[in-house]
């Protein structure tokens, strides 16, 4: 990074789960966080607590990624806080389990709001926005490999966010900008463990080599890395953080 002022990471849904864990590990590594909530502002809060705790800093900040407008203010929000952000992750996102033939509308139009137009939000609005030398990380997901039914939706919006941070990757030539994404595989979080059985989630843990489910702070790290000093070679790629799942 070659900004004078002191780093500012912006992370969307970052409330809980991996966003939590992503926020408070790059609060760690020295930068100044805005936590980003949709609906959950105790959590949002009590994440800026633990990291002023751990003599961080950080704001929790509102908004919906779905409405360019909010994205906006979210923008300026961290701007008036700590400056521009040098580094965007893209965190919000949801799950919503269905075979495609048994799928409503709803459930696709939600999953491309939140998980694919916010993703575009955030995006346009950080290459618009960000300082020469940034970094920008979408979340995605390894069911894009693994094709696992029930996730055609889910895994769709996340595969078009992958192409989409990569093609943004080589828009942004000149700026010293990377754009990555992070492919999570099965994680331990409210949104994968939710309606799945003990005995769905016990043969997902062991589809890895390494027979365990993977941990919000197995992704944090991999995040942490593609945005600190030595991820700067890596532009226009997607890291599968899974245990060798696929």
């Known amino acids: 990074m070659t900004q004078q002022h002191p780093r500012t990471a912006l992370v969307t849904g970052a409330s809980r789960g991996i ?3 992503i926020a408070e590990r790059l609060a760690q590594d020295g930068f100044a966080v805005v936590v980003n909530y949709v609906g959950n502002e105790d959590a949002a809060n009590d994440v800026v607590a633990r990291i002023e705790a751990a003599g961080g800093r950080a704001i929790a900040a509102q908004a919906d990624v779905q409405d360019p407008a909010q994205v906006a203010t979210l923008f ?3 701007n008036a806080a700590f400056g521009v952000p040098d580094v965007v992750v893209n965190s919000a996102g949801i799950l919503q389990f269905s075979p495609l033939a048994a799928s409503e509308d709803e459930i696709f139009d939600r999953m491309i709001g939140i998980n694919l137009r916010g993703s575009f939000n955030t995006m346009r609005e950080a290459a618009r926005r960000m300082p020469d030398g940034g970094r920008i990380v979408n979340l995605s997901t ?4 693994a094709k696992l039914t029930g996730y055609g939706i889910y ?3 996340k595969a078009a966010v992958e192409v989409m941070g990569d093609i943004l990757s080589k828009e942004l030539r000149g700026r010293n900008i990377t754009v990555n994404s992070v492919a999570p595989g099965p994680t331990a979080t409210s949104l994968f463990l939710d309606g799945k059985s003990d005995e769905q989630i016990e043969a997902l843990s062991k589809a890895n080599p390494l027979e365990r489910l993977g941990q919000p702070e197995d992704i ?3 995040v942490s890395f593609l945005v600190g000093p030595d991820g700067g070679w890596i532009n226009g ?3 599968r953080a899974n245990g060798g799942m696929v």
């Open 237 to 239: 790629q997607t890291l």
């Open 76 to 78: 300026d929000d961290a």
């Open 19 to 21: 966003g939590a864990a």
């Open 220 to 222: 944090a790290g991999a």
């Open 155 to 157: 895994a769709a919006t």
């Open 142 to 145: 390894s069911v894009v490999g």
